[in-house]
């Protein structure tokens, strides 16, 4: 089997919905939804290996702590692990009162009373009905006509209602699903919709949540947004519902969806954290969330420490969040690219100047601090990557700002290692090929031991020290009109190293009264060399003369 050189024999278009002077393209999304985590029971079951009761449990703890006020715990007719679980949330009285935990259920007697019996004390919860209304499911799954799947709604409704009056003690709320929603009539949903909310009496004060499933993602998000908005406009009593969004990726466009949906009028969002569910998975609560706040507003849940939620659900669903994974993944700050990266590094020296608080970052549309993680892994060198690659490297991790003349001069020997080695280079990595091409504490050369300044009767400067040279100390001194220019001198005079500073930077390398000076100075040998030296040390005058020996050492060899 190949591919088809012509698909439209074998698939259909999906129809487009006739809904005239559309209102969700002009609406902006301004506030956080309510949000419903189906971890525990859609990404649950799409497991290849489902969570027992310590992961179902440690998951459950992560929900309440990002801050998930509803959380669909289980099919608790599904079998005792399911049925425990819930019933043992309850017991063990694990369920904080402004949470709402929620249990789903087939439109069958049995099962309906079944999922009441494992929320037994509970003092809030909600039991979420569903059945199948689209033609592909009515025609070959049930074999049924509209008003027999109307009927198993219907009698569904009716049975919530008598169950949820036996248990008087516990505030329920009702939720009904016409599954397959989206390959559905847009009128039939609604008509069973309407039948359920008949036998319900939902009210303003206390409204039924209808959740219209993207069961399967059959068409793109604007389609889903106008049945959302189409559906909106039709229900009667809207005021007394709560229209819940239930979206999947099969398309890869689940969280465009969910958002669009929103935009169409949608109160409520169902999905798993990083997009846990069957097939292609559901809609990622975290990435709505964070792109939410990446607008100023606020999702209402909590992911500043992201890494920990990661551990959390790779634990539990022993599914690995992907590296590209929005927010989450490993990589979705990483620059590699040397443009890339000399944006980057820009931006974060503005920001540094900036009057205010806006984060206005190139390639970075949040601020990875915000979610716990550092600025060390925002810039990764190999062989694609630029000067500003490892420039910023070594100033996260040195806290050296190499001059942009110096980065060019550094960033041959970085290629060549990058060539050499073939993969990425680490902090180390850099630092020894910085040191080796600086020759800083390098025994072979001239190590600077001591050293004075003394100012003479003509207004000169004089260098006077004791300077190591392959182990053995010498005492040498040279004249200048300041202190570069006199170790200069003595460098030649003493050594024959002859050097002509052409530039020189300095700066410290901490904000703290004792942090230490960084210098650089740049040079150029009587052959039109270009000799770039560094220095360091607690004080900038001591860092001045070890960048001049620097450099010394690189002419001697």
Same mark, same amino acid.
């Given at each position: 089997?190949?591919?088809?050189?012509?698909?439209?024999?074998?698939? =259909?278009?999906?129809? +487009?919905?006739?809904?005239?002077?559309?209102?969700?393209?002009?609406?902006?999304?301004?506030?956080?939804? =309510?949000? @419903?985590? &189906?971890?525990?029971?859609?990404?649950?079951?799409?497991?290849?290996?489902?969570?027992?009761?310590?992961?179902?449990?440690?998951?459950?703890?992560?929900?309440?702590?990002?801050?998930?006020?509803?959380?669909?715990?289980?099919?608790?007719?599904?079998?005792?692990?399911?049925?425990?679980?819930?019933?043992?949330?309850? =017991?063990?009285?694990?369920?904080?009162?402004?949470?709402?935990?929620?249990?789903?259920?087939?439109?069958?007697?049995?099962?309906? &009373?079944?999922?009441?019996?494992?929320?037994?004390?509970?003092?809030?919860?909600?039991?979420?009905?569903?059945?199948?209304?689209?033609?592909?499911?009515?025609?070959?799954?049930?074999?049924?006509?509209?008003?027999?799947?109307?009927?198993?709604?219907?009698?569904?409704?009716?049975?919530?209602?008598?169950?949820?009056?036996?248990?008087?003690?516990?505030?329920?709320?009702?939720?009904?699903?016409?599954?397959?929603?989206?390959?559905?009539?847009?009128?039939?949903?609604?008509?069973?919709?309407? *039948?359920?909310?008949?036998?319900?009496?939902?009210?303003?004060?206390?409204?039924?949540?209808?959740?219209?499933?993207? &069961?399967?993602?059959?068409?793109?998000?604007?389609?889903?947004?106008?049945?959302?908005?189409?559906?909106?406009?039709?229900?009667?009593?809207? *005021?007394?519902?709560?229209?819940?969004?239930?979206?999947?990726?099969? =398309?890869?466009?689940?969280?465009?969806?969910?958002?669009?949906?929103? /935009?169409?009028?949608?109160?409520?969002?169902?999905?798993?954290?990083?997009?846990?569910?069957?097939?292609?998975?559901?809609?990622?609560?975290?990435?709505?969330? /964070?792109?939410?706040?990446?607008?100023?507003?606020?999702?209402?849940?909590?992911?500043?420490?992201?890494?920990?939620?990661?551990? &959390?659900?790779?634990?539990?669903?022993?599914?690995?969040?992907?590296?590209?994974?929005?927010?989450?993944?490993?990589?979705?700050?990483?620059?590699? $690219?040397? $443009?890339?990266?000399?944006?980057?590094?820009?931006?974060?020296?503005?920001?540094?100047?900036?009057?205010?608080?806006?984060?206005?970052?190139?390639?970075?549309?949040?601020?990875?601090?915000?979610? %716990?993680?550092?600025?060390? *892994?925002?810039?990764?060198?190999?062989? +694609?990557?630029?000067? %500003?690659?490892?420039?910023?490297?070594?100033?996260?991790? +040195?806290?050296?700002? @190499?001059?942009?003349?110096?980065?060019?001069?550094?960033?041959?020997?970085?290629?060549?290692?990058?060539?050499?080695? %073939?993969?990425?280079?680490?902090?180390?990595?850099?630092?020894?090929?910085?040191?080796?091409?600086?020759?800083?504490?390098?025994?072979?050369? !001239? +190590?600077?031991?001591?050293?004075?300044?003394?100012?003479?009767?003509?207004?000169?400067?004089? !260098?006077?020290?004791?300077?190591?040279?392959?182990?053995?100390?010498?005492?040498?001194?040279?004249?200048?009109?300041?202190?570069?220019? $006199?170790?200069?001198?003595?460098?030649?005079?003493?050594?024959?190293?002859? @050097?002509?500073?052409?530039?020189?930077?300095?700066?410290?390398?901490?904000? $703290?009264?004792?942090?230490?000076?960084?210098?650089?100075?740049?040079?150029?040998?009587?052959?039109?060399?270009?000799?770039?030296?560094?220095?360091?040390?607690?004080?900038?005058?001591?860092?001045?003369?070890?960048?001049?020996?620097?450099?010394?050492?690189?002419?001697?060899?």
């Amino acid at each position: 089997m190949t591919m088809l050189k012509d698909p439209s024999v074998k698939y =259909r278009p999906f129809p +487009q919905i006739d809904l005239p002077n559309r209102q969700w393209p002009s609406q902006v999304i301004t506030k956080a939804p =309510r949000w @419903l985590s &189906t971890d525990l029971r859609d990404g649950n079951q799409a497991l290849i290996d489902p969570m027992g009761a310590e992961k179902k449990n440690r998951f459950f703890d992560l929900l309440v702590k990002v801050g998930l006020k509803e959380i669909e715990v289980g099919f608790p007719s599904a079998g005792a692990t399911e049925f425990d679980f819930i019933n043992g949330l309850v =017991r063990n009285d694990r369920i904080p009162e402004d949470v709402l935990v929620q249990v789903l259920t087939q439109s069958r007697e049995d099962l309906i &009373t079944r999922s009441f019996e494992s929320l037994e004390g509970v003092h809030a919860a909600i039991v979420h009905l569903y059945n199948a209304v689209s033609p592909l499911w009515r025609t070959v799954v049930f074999g049924m006509e509209k008003h027999e799947i109307r009927g198993i709604a219907e009698n569904g409704a009716k049975i919530m209602r008598d169950q949820a009056a036996k248990y008087p003690g516990t505030q329920w709320q009702f939720e009904y699903s016409p599954e397959t929603f989206s390959t559905a009539e847009l009128d039939f949903s609604i008509e069973c919709c309407e *039948a359920v909310m008949e036998i319900l009496q939902p009210t303003p004060e206390n409204p039924i949540i209808l959740n219209l499933p993207a &069961t399967v993602e059959a068409a793109t998000p604007n389609v889903y947004a106008d049945q959302i908005e189409y559906f909106c406009r039709n229900l009667p009593n809207r *005021a007394s519902a709560v229209i819940s969004l239930h979206t999947h990726n099969d =398309r890869g466009t689940g969280v465009a969806a969910a958002e669009l949906g929103l /935009m169409a009028g949608a109160d409520r969002v169902e999905g798993c954290l990083f997009g846990n569910g069957e097939r292609t998975g559901n809609c990622c609560l975290v990435t709505v969330a /964070m792109n939410m706040y990446t607008q100023g507003v606020n999702p209402q849940l909590d992911f500043s420490d992201i890494d920990e939620v990661i551990q &959390t659900v790779e634990y539990c669903n022993q599914l690995k969040v992907a590296e590209r994974h929005p927010y989450g993944g490993e990589l979705v700050f990483t620059a590699f $690219s040397g $443009s890339h990266q000399d944006a980057i590094k820009k931006g974060f020296a503005a920001q540094e100047k900036r009057n205010d608080e806006i984060w206005a970052v190139p390639y970075l549309p949040i601020d990875p601090a915000d979610l %716990g993680r550092d600025y060390e *892994a925002v810039i990764r060198v190999n062989s +694609q990557s630029g000067k %500003g690659g490892f420039a910023w490297v070594i100033e996260q991790d +040195q806290g050296l700002k @190499l001059p942009k003349r110096m980065q060019a001069h550094f960033s041959k020997h970085v290629q060549e290692l990058a060539d050499e080695l %073939g993969r990425e280079l680490q902090a180390a990595d850099i630092w020894n090929v910085f040191r080796k091409a600086y020759r800083i504490d390098d025994p072979q050369h !001239f +190590q600077l031991i001591d050293w004075e300044e003394a100012k003479a009767a003509d207004g000169t400067r004089v !260098f006077a020290g004791k300077i190591g040279v392959d182990g053995k100390e010498q005492s040498v001194s040279g004249r200048g009109n300041g202190l570069i220019s $006199s170790v200069t001198a003595t460098l030649a005079e003493s050594f024959g190293v002859t @050097l002509d500073v052409r530039d020189y930077a300095e700066h410290s390398m901490g904000k $703290s009264t004792d942090a230490r000076a960084a210098a650089y100075v740049e040079c150029v040998t009587p052959d039109g060399r270009v000799i770039w030296g560094v220095g360091i040390d607690e004080d900038v005058a001591t860092a001045s003369v070890r960048a001049v020996l620097s450099a010394a050492n690189t002419v001697r060899g």
